[in-house]
Each structure stands twice: as C-alpha cells, then as structure tokens.
C-alpha cells in the first residue's frame, strides 16, 4: 500500500459520496500527511480531483463552523483543528504539560529553521554558546536531522528541519514559515535603544562626532 502509483492522473472515476467518505476514513487513521499521489492511487481518481476534494472539504467544514478542518501539511492531507479553536486546543495540550520546549531549544530551532541548512558551530556561533546537548534534544525529538555535509575542510554535518517540524507548525514547507522582518525593530527605535544604553560620556562624544561630521561636509 506504501507504493504510489507513478500516473496516478490515469484514474478518471467521478468522484462520489462513496469517494469522500473514504478519503475522510483514510486521513482520519492516517497518523502522518498522506501523500495526494497515493490518496488518488487508493480513491482510484485523478491526484487534481483529490487536490479538489480537500478543498472542497475544508470549505464545506468552515462553512459548517467545525472544529476541524483538512490541511495540506509537509507536502500531503491530513485532518487537524481549526485556526480558531486554537486557544482551547492550547489550554488541553499544556494541561499537565511536562515536556515542553525550553527556551534554548526554541532558540536554537529557529535558528536552524530560517537559516538551514547549518552545521553545529554555525548555530554555535549564532547563539554564543555550545549547542551540541540542544541539538541532540532536538534531534531526539524528531525536529531537525542531517540533511548534507559541508564540503569544505572536515565536511561538517549539516541540519536541517524535519516533516515532523512542518506537522506541528502545520506547514506546508519551511517557505510558509512567517518572515523575520515582523520580529525586528525599525532602525530608529534599535538607534533609540542604543542611546538609551549609551553613558552620558559614550553620548557626549557620538554627539561631536555628528558635530565635526557637519562641519567637514560644510
């Protein structure tokens, strides 16, 4: 069953209430995305019939006002909750929670999120700190794995993020990741901050620095 038709757009059945009751059976004991080459392979339809069934589900779900809906995850389909139940699913899912992230880790896979693929001591050296134990949890986790080799002097391993991070981000790929630009101050408020850092000294010299800046342009 692992075997995925090569032309799976050979299949033209039409697609019936029979159809969608068994591609919602399949996601439903799917414990992972399942790929829409092999839904069309199982349904005996064409994968763009299948593209269009999801979407017609999870349309016909939101109009319904369900709590869930069919998403397309790492590269296939599968069932999960809605956007807006989130805060209710958050609560049931930190109810007793034990094993949750710590900061470093969070760091850490964000960097190797944005920036992958990278090597241990390019994360190192982004963090300031050694990130072996970190990487190793993570790694443990399923969240990120070795994805190459640098080819320069010693060939370091690469990582990369994983499937497993896309289905718990419910990402499609690392490209519906949301841009850094949102996270990052505008340059006037990082120059204000600065500023607010700086002693009365530090800011009477950067003050006639700028002066004798002026003077020479004039």
């Known amino acids: ?96 929670q034990s094993a949750r992230l710590s900061a470093a880790a969070m760091e850490t896979l964000a960097i190797v999120a944005y920036k992958q693929p990278m090597s241990r001591a390019q994360i190192s050296a982004i963090r300031g700190v050694n990130v072996d134990g970190v990487l190793r949890s993570l790694e443990t986790r399923g969240y990120v794995g070795e994805v190459g080799r640098d080819p320069g002097p010693g060939q370091a391993v690469l990582y990369g993020t994983t499937d497993v991070f896309l289905e718990k981000l419910g990402l499609d790929s690392t490209d519906d990741l949301p841009p850094l630009g949102g996270f990052v101050p505008e340059g006037s408020i990082v120059e204000a901050l600065e500023r607010g850092l700086r002693t009365p000294d530090e800011q009477r010299a950067a003050r006639e620095a700028v002066t004798k800046g002026l003077e020479v342009e004039s």
């Open 1 to 96: 069953m692992s075997q995925i038709d090569p032309t799976p757009e050979s299949h033209d059945r039409p697609v019936t209430t029979e159809t969608r009751a068994a591609l919602e059976a399949v996601l439903i004991a799917a414990d992972q995305p399942v790929d829409p080459n092999l839904l069309a392979q199982l349904l005996e339809i064409a994968t763009v019939s299948v593209e269009q069934l999801c979407r017609d589900l999870a349309a016909e779900y939101r109009r319904q006002g369900r709590g869930f809906t069919i998403a397309k995850v790492a590269g296939g389909y599968r069932y999960q909750t809605a956007a807006d139940q989130a805060a209710y699913v958050e609560r049931f899912v930190l109810e007793g």
